[in-house]
């Protein structure tokens, strides 16, 4: 068997799907997570001896500490995911997104840790005016999903060292389908309108946007852990396949789900606008991704049709609408030390 590998958030949107896939190249899973939005995403391998799905809290040091013992390779997921999440409480955000960052990324070194594999985001870059954005333009986050982001890259790259290796992506917005789903991003939410409501709310349509498939981002993963650390370490890499246009997405979806789609169009104050620039990763580790958009339009519009998202307008595919509905769980979080 391949060594294990520690992923944080791995029972979230990319996590579930990476934990699946390591499995399948024959890794061992040591997923450390909430387990909030879907405390059954992997009951479909209880008998899989190569998983560990340990309960737990970042912020509890004793967990954490535990859960990174015999851990070569930290994969850092776990966050508050997305703008509207992190807006409705900024001292939680800060509390799980950046402060229990610096104490994994502080315990991670001490425990023996080689390899620390860090999912940043494109917003810490704010609107940019250049054509394509690249790693080395000025990082000016606008909000503090993204400020958190941010500064958590910092710390990062001042503790890397011979010993203590390190890699950051900064991803687009993704889309596509996994264990599990989220219906609150970009493409998703708009395939979602599409095929169940046969109407698209198009915010901001002259916005442009980075887009990659949730499959795409696991195979950089993939590939990361697969390349020589000398490669790689203390790079900074966007994550990207197309950039459009909100209302150029709106259009492709609804030529995809080939149904009956209005667009309506709202204008509101966000004007964060780039396009991303992935020339970089495609030069230094030949990466490109292998699906578009509408593949994820697609198999999503597929999954909604048939019936495999059970209750698709359920709040537990929408982080922020969650957890508005789930009032007790700020409350719990604040107070949530679980050991392993």
């Known amino acids: 068997m391949e060594e294990t590998i520690l992923i944080t958030g791995g029972a979230g949107y990319v996590g579930s799907l990476l934990t699946c896939e390591l499995l399948t190249l024959g890794y061992g899973v040591r997923v450390f997570d909430w387990m909030l939005f879907h405390p059954h995403v992997f009951d479909h391998l209880h008998d899989d001896a190569h998983l560990e799905v340990i309960q737990g809290d970042l912020r509890n040091a004793s967990a954490v500490e535990a859960a990174l013992q015999g851990i070569k390779t930290v994969i850092h997921l776990g966050c508050l995911s997305n703008d509207p999440c992190c807006n409705l409480n900024e001292a939680l955000t800060r509390s799980i997104n950046f402060d229990a960052g610096v104490q994994l990324i502080h315990l991670a070194k001490t425990t023996g840790v080689r390899r620390f594999f860090y999912a940043s985001s494109a917003s810490v870059y704010g609107i940019k005016h250049e054509s394509h954005v690249t790693e080395d333009l000025p990082l000016e986050p606008m909000t503090p999903y993204a400020l958190y982001k941010a500064e958590l890259e ?33 493409v998703n939410t708009m395939t979602y309108e599409a095929v169940v409501l046969n109407k698209i709310t198009l915010y901001n349509a002259e916005q442009e946007r980075p887009n990659l498939t949730v499959q795409d981002m696991v195979a950089l993963y993939v590939l990361l852990l697969q390349t ?102 700020w409350s719990h979080l604040r107070e949530q030390r679980s050991s392993r």
């Open 228 to 329: 020589p650390l000398a490669r790689i370490q203390s790079e900074v890499f966007n994550v990207t396949g197309e950039n459009y246009p909100v209302a150029q997405i709106a259009q492709i979806v609804k030529e995809t789900v080939a149904v009956p789609v209005t667009i309506e169009h709202i204008q509101t104050p966000d004007r964060r606008s780039y396009r991303l620039c992935g020339t970089k990763l495609k030069e230094t580790l030949g990466f490109t991704p292998h699906y578009s958009i509408r593949h994820a339009i697609r198999t999503l519009a597929q999954a909604l049709q048939t019936g495999q998202i059970p209750d698709p307008g359920s709040a537990q595919y929408r982080n922020t609408q969650f957890l508005r509905e789930n009032v007790h769980l």
């Open 154 to 186: 910092k710390v990062l790259l001042s503790e890397l060292s011979p010993s203590f290796g390190g890699v950051i992506v900064r991803p687009a917005t993704l889309c596509g389908c996994s264990p599990r789903q989220r219906l609150d991003i970009t």
